[in-house]
């Protein structure tokens, strides 16, 4: 059985080791805390240079968003130049169809300068026709009977009868109207083609484009003095289909 005294050294040791393993353990503790403080402090640097760089690219992005800003003030004030220009442009092209409109007019010379020119990009757009010839003034004679048409336009299966007026009125719509009923006795060589009339000029008034309309003749003419067109087509072919 144990002394007294050898029970206090036995409870003196075991008190020793306690307080050594208690100092290692504290030691590990405190050494863990400043590793954790030392992480702590590092991410906050971290995150204060992020908090900076973040600063920044808000600054960059209010710099952008300005620059952009005034990039479409400036696209703006370009398209409203453009849409000034395209608008002038349009002006100028219409007084200048008009002043040629006159001079040719002037000079009868409607057929060759405004008219001729004009057939094939109007013909393909609306008959899906590419010319084959096209001639202006073309006369024939048979004895002492005589027939002129001011321009002629050939494509594969149809021919167009072009009759070209200064100054277009009601009457000349019978008028072209029979004449192209005469047509192909004067031009047989085109006896399996479909005879199309077109009265051609610079303008028509409403009653005269009425008038052709109700009898199925087909005008050419500038619209709104910016290009030469068909100003009856759609018309035309909606009664076309419904009689």
Known sequence: MQTVEERVDTLEDVLRHYI???????????????????????????????????????????????????????????????????????ADRREMNKQWGALAQKMGTLDEDLIAPA??????????????????????????????????VACDDRVFMIEVRSSPRSEYVNEILRKAKRFKKFFPEYKDKEIIPIFGSIIFSENVIKYATKKGLYLMAYREWEYMDILNFDEIQGNIKNG
């Open 119 to 152: 057939t094939r990009p109007v013909l393909a757009k609306y008959f899906k026709c590419e010319p084959k010839s096209r001639s202006i003034r073309n006369l024939r004679r048979i004895n002492s009977d005589s027939f002129e048409i001011d321009v002629l």
């Open 20 to 90: 050594i393993h208690t100092e290692a353990s504290q030691a590990r503790t405190d050494e863990a805390i400043a590793n954790l403080s030392r992480e702590i402090d590092k991410f906050k640097d971290e995150m204060n240079d992020f908090k900076d760089e973040m600063n920044d690219f808000k600054d960059e992005m209010k710099e952008f968003k300005v620059e952009m800003s005034d990039f479409k003030n400036e696209m703006l004030d370009f398209k409203n130049e453009m849409r000034e220009f395209k608008e002038e442009t349009k």
